[in-house]
């Protein structure tokens, strides 16, 4: 169970740490089928090419071309990431913070390995997750285990803390909804971002309206995380949506 003064620092601040939430036997058959996936390179998968972030390869017949940026659904993946993702303690967490007895791990948003490459990589600009989820309610969560230690270096996450809470309006970011750094109210916001610096087996928890950014790997060795969204089982997808057709998953009623 999460202390009172866990659940008050991520109400307030949007985001928690859960150091060591992976135990160690666990972590290791999570990376190994990380990896494994990896070398495997099956699709479905996302390729830095394919994100157009800065830094990204311009296509995929550039150097760097089909560098893997995400091996996606990591739920049909291996069974060793379907264990993480409904992990009692996991559940729990999402339970209390959202209050909400009964939850939902949503299959369309995140869902993957995220990976990050040292000699091909992006940096992600500052965003909310929710800009293109369709929900009744801006009120999800995502957890993102560390497979590996993530540092400035190889481009940890970066978070705004509180900025959930803000109502920000539309001109304050750009065509893609990325927050923009040509306006001073947002430059202000993005003076007090925090790193979000992990070992491995660490769980950063964050809520989908909370602002974030990543930078490039300058490491000599591949940055994996795994993670996966929840949401509460009355904030249903809006019809029509990518998640209204991709499903979740009741943890209490698992495959
Ligand atoms: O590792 C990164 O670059 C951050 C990815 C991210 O923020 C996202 O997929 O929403």
Request: hydrophobic residues 40%; contains cysteine.
């Amino acid at each position: 169970m999460l202390t009172t003064e866990q659940c008050d620092f991520f109400q307030r601040q949007g985001y928690l740490i859960l150091p060591g939430a992976a135990a160690t036997e666990l972590l290791q058959g999570l990376q190994t089928a990380a990896l494994a996936q990896l070398a495997a390179a099956a699709a479905p998968l996302e390729y830095e090419a394919d994100v157009h972030y800065p830094g990204s390869p311009l296509d995929h017949q550039q150097p760097g071309g089909h560098t893997v940026r995400r091996l996606l659904d990591a739920w049909s993946r291996a069974q060793v990431f379907r264990d993480w993702a409904l992990q009692p303690a996991v559940i729990a967490a999402v339970r209390q913070l959202l209050g909400e007895p009964s939850v939902r791990l949503e299959l369309a948003h995140h869902n993957c390995i995220m990976t990050k490459h040292p000699q091909h990589s992006s940096s992600t600009l500052w965003h909310q997750d929710f800009r293109y989820w369709q929900f009744r309610e801006n009120n999800l969560i995502s957890a993102w285990l560390a497979l590996g230690r993530e540092t400035a270096r190889n481009g940890c996450m970066r978070l705004i803390p509180g900025s959930h809470r803000l109502q920000l309006d539309a001109a304050r970011f750009d065509q893609r909804r990325f927050f923009r750094t040509d306006c001073d109210d947002n430059r202000a916001l993005m003076h007090q971002a925090v790193r979000a610096e992990l070992q491995a087996g660490d769980l950063l928890l964050f809520h989908s309206g909370l602002l974030h950014a990543a930078g490039r790997n300058h490491d000599s060795n591949v940055k994996l995380a795994l993670v996966f969204s929840y949401r509460s089982a009355g904030n249903t997808p809006l019809p029509g949506g990518r998640a209204a057709q991709m499903g979740c998953i009741d943890p209490a009623q698992p495959a």
